[in-house]
């Protein structure tokens, strides 16, 4: 059959004459039919007042576009910051009372003093954690940005920023597949499927890490906190609110950047052709938005992060209590970990709580707290305030807030997120390299910024 | 023809062959997911940009007593198969031979959706027009004549609004009526100038030689005169006997 | 004239597309095909892309994608 088939297409090219003569016949054809079909049955008066070009005419223009960017980013994170305060202060404080609880319960039953550590101070600790630090934020965050997303604005961003990823070498509709790395990478990745060109679309995959998903934000916010606080500017959102806006303009900066290396070196080639539709805006459903996005994506994503939470809270708990030679086997490995640590202006039970974090970033902050809690004498942690003060007891400053804020925005994706990434490109050496990339760009940004403090005598 | 499995959605991963099978196709942010939401209940997600959707969905929903399984394609411009989606949605809808096909297309920009249909409707003549987003129109006083449009078709027009879930009933009688056979659209097919014709002629009757006389066989014929290898690839992997490929390899 | 070229506001009529290939059946699926009346919108607050009214849609298109329409000012 095929033999046959193509003996007719080879006929077929001989019947029609030149390249591109027959389909540019067929379809003039149809556009023309669809043309005069409509003109008959369409009937449209034209409206008083076109609020589309009105809107377009601020969010896209020369002197208000950038602007307006930045400050709908840094109001959405206003929002964000100040919204999840008292929510998660009160979370913490109703989940650390059921820690209590529990303990009671357990000892009632003169339960072991392994099975409660296990159980409590492991397991359900590492649960609280993530759930009080992560939901709040996310319970904003989620619907916002889907209503940002319904409203018709995301395209927008895309028409604002394609100049600089042309310059990038990289592809327009990447500034969408960043937003979707917003809510999570790994649906990031998958996004990419609308950037049609292999080279471009591999430049998204590979840098869409840089964009902190929602399990990394509440990290940003909450170590944004400590800085500020080690800083001695305690208690202002504003001030939280640009860091981390900074963080998220560097992020996309960083980027555009290695889109270019990229584009200049292993994806070598020229841009492709570009077209995107800018839908009209439509206001959106704000309660059926915002139901949704709490139950379907918020929840979603917070189960995910729980699942991994349970175990890893178990697992962390048994490194820091099973001793080996006077110290627990947490602390053998941050020693390891603790030259290349303390050179990042990090420590060896931060980069340990990193690596060990690799399934889901929500864990990484529980972890941290779980090796030094293993260390010291036991703590309350009800919050934030209890937080930044076991940090700062067990050595930190300013620059270790900062450096982990910045490792936290650089350094390798998710495990979910690098299984996408090897669904999507069918390789492990792209998908090795999406790890790569980032992790050796954060290694050098902390780096230097430790160093550099130290040298300025700052820290 | 020979070689042709019984049931080519197998090939798309569908393997239940007692319900019929309904796609969604249409240009990008037609409403296509809002509409499939609707329909079957499912709650995948919608955006207000073109590209939202690129993993196909699949979900079923009952009407009169008739259970019916419907497939939510990416959103395309045309089904010429100049990228992977519309690949995967030409591929769908010839090869997979859905019982109907739903065009979404957008009541406020019905010139340019009209493209995509027609080329539909040179493929498989079980297309139901679904023009949506018809509260937009309204609120941008845009009227379209209906019944004019359908007579012109030749198919079933059918004006709903995904959101507010207007029409949606009468979309739902008009899929149970195609796809029970009750409906029988006949839609008009485009002429072409006379050397696009003439060719078309010339190698129609081989082509019905081998895929057999369908309606189909004059949009073969046209995809080969374009010289769209594609399509020659199509027939080799959907309509040969080798195994299947596997739902992934498809919308991979 | 290029479409590149068209200031915004104004409105041309697509002469002839001037690549081949996959760009110039891209530009035929959006709708450009010879004799279609086509107006630039807006600018790009980078100055690239532009956006143009196609068919009753807004659609960017890069300058140098645009550059490959040939079009006629329209008064
Ligand atoms: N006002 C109004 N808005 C609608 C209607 N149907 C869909 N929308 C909105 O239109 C936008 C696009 O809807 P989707 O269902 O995501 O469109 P789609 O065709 O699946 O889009 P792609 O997957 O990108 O091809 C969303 O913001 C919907 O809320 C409608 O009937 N009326
Ligand atoms: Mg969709």
Request: proline share 5%; charged share 15%.
């Amino acid at each position: 059959m095929s033999v046959d088939l193509g003996r007719i297409l080879q006929r077929a090219q001989d019947l029609s004459c030149g390249e591109d003569a027959v389909r540019d016949k067929v379809v003039a054809r149809i556009y023309q039919e669809a043309e005069s079909l409509a003109s008959e049955v369409v009937m449209a008066e034209k409206p008083a007042r076109d609020w589309d070009t009105l809107i377009d005419d601020v969010l896209t223009s020369k002197r208000f576009g950038y602007p307006s960017m930045l400050a709908l980013l840094a109001f959405v994170l206003w929002l964000t910051i100040s919204g999840a305060n008292l929510p998660s202060q009160l979370l913490a404080r109703l989940l650390f009372a059921g820690e209590e609880g529990l303990s009671r319960l357990f000892l009632s039953f003169g339960a072991p003093d392994w099975l409660h550590g296990l159980l409590v101070l492991g397991v359900y600790r590492c649960l609280a954690w993530v759930v009080s630090v992560m939901l709040p934020p996310m319970a904003i965050f989620f619907p916002l940005f889907t209503l940002l997303e319904d409203l018709g604005y995301l395209p927008r961003v895309a028409f604002n920023l394609d100049g600089f990823f042309q310059k990038a070498g990289a592809h327009g509709k990447q500034a969408l597949t960043m937003s979707m790395g917003f809510g999570c990478n790994a649906a990031g990745v998958i996004a990419c499927r609308i950037i049609e060109s292999p080279r471009e679309r591999l430049i998204a995959i590979l840098t869409n890490n840089f964009v902190p998903c929602n399990g990394r934000f509440p990290t940003l916010i909450a170590m944004s906190n400590i800085f500020l606080g080690a800083m001695a500017l305690n208690g202002s959102s504003f001030l939280a609110v640009l860091l981390v806006a900074g963080l998220v303009v560097g992020g996309i900066a960083i980027t555009l950047v290695v889109s270019r290396l990229l584009s200049a070196t292993l994806l070598k080639g020229i841009p492709s052709h570009f077209a995107l539709e800018l839908p009209p805006y439509r206001p959106p459903q704000v309660l059926q938005v915002i139901l949704r996005s709490v139950f379907d994506r918020t929840l979603f994503v917070l189960w995910r992060a729980v699942k991994v939470a349970a175990p890893a809270g178990a697992v962390a708990w048994g490194l820091a209590n099973i001793h080996v030679d006077g110290l627990s086997l947490l602390g053998h490995t941050a020693q390891v970990l603790e030259p290349l640590g303390a050179a990042m202006g990090l420590d060896g039970v931060i980069l340990l709580a990193f690596i060990l974090g690799l399934p889901a970033n929500e864990i990484v902050i529980p972890i941290i707290l779980m090796g030094y809690l293993s260390a010291g004498a036991m703590l309350e942690l009800e919050g934030l305030p209890a937080l930044r003060e076991l940090l700062l007891a067990n050595g930190w400053t300013w620059v270790t807030a900062l450096n982990m804020m910045l490792f936290s925005l650089l350094h390798f994706p998710c495990g979910t997120t690098l299984l996408t990434i090897r669904k999507e490109t069918q390789s492990w050496k792209w998908t090795l390299l999406a790890a790569l990339i980032p992790t050796l760009i954060g290694t050098a940004v902390c780096i230097l910024v430790a160093q550099g403090a130290r040298l300025v005598g700052l820290a | 023809m020979k070689g042709q499995p019984v049931q080519p959605l197998l090939r798309f991963g569908i393997e239940k062959a007692d319900s019929p099978v309904v796609a969604l196709a249409g240009n990008p942010n037609t409403g296509k997911t809002t509409i499939f939401n609707a329909l079957t209940g499912l709650n995948q997600h919608t955006g207000n940009w073109p590209g939202k959707t690129v993993v196909q969905a699949r979900g079923k929903y009952c009407y009169g007593g008739q259970e019916v399984v419907l497939v939510d394609l990416p959103g395309t411009y045309s089904l010429l198969a100049n990228s992977v989606e519309e690949q995967i949605a030409r591929d769908f809808i010839y090869f997979g031979r859905p019982a109907a096909t739903i065009v979404v297309a957008d009541a406020t920009c019905l010139e340019r959706n009209l493209n995509l249909l027609l080329q539909v409707v040179e493929i498989t003549p079980f297309v139901i027009l679904c023009i949506n987003l018809i509260d937009e129109a309204r609120r941008k006083l845009i009227k379209i004549d209906f019944a004019r449009l359908q007579e012109r078709l030749g198919i079933p027009v059918v004006p709903v609004s995904g959101r507010t879930g207007e029409g949606l009933e009468l979309l739902k009688k008009t899929v149970l009526e195609m796809v029970t056979g009750q409906l029988r659209p006949s839609p008009k097919q485009i002429i072409y100038d006379g050397e696009v014709e003439g060719a078309l002629h010339q190698i129609l009757p081989e082509i019905k030689g081998i895929v057999g006389d369908d309606a189909t066989s004059r949009w073969l014929a046209l995809r080969l005169l374009e010289g769209d290898e594609t399509v020659v690839q199509g027939i080799q992997h959907y309509l040969t006997t080798d195994p299947p490929p596997r739902l992934e390899e498809v919308l991979a | 004239m290029l479409l590149s070229q068209l200031p915004v506001g104004k409105t041309g009529e697509v002469v002839a597309i001037t690549c081949s290939g996959l760009m110039r059946r891209r530009l035929l699926d959006l709708g450009l095909v010879p004799g279609t009346k086509i107006q630039t919108l807006r600018q790009s607050p980078g100055g690239d892309p532009l956006a143009f009214n196609i068919r009753g849609a807004v659609i960017a298109l890069r300058l140098d994608t645009a550059s490959q329409v040939k079009i006629r000012l329209v008064k």
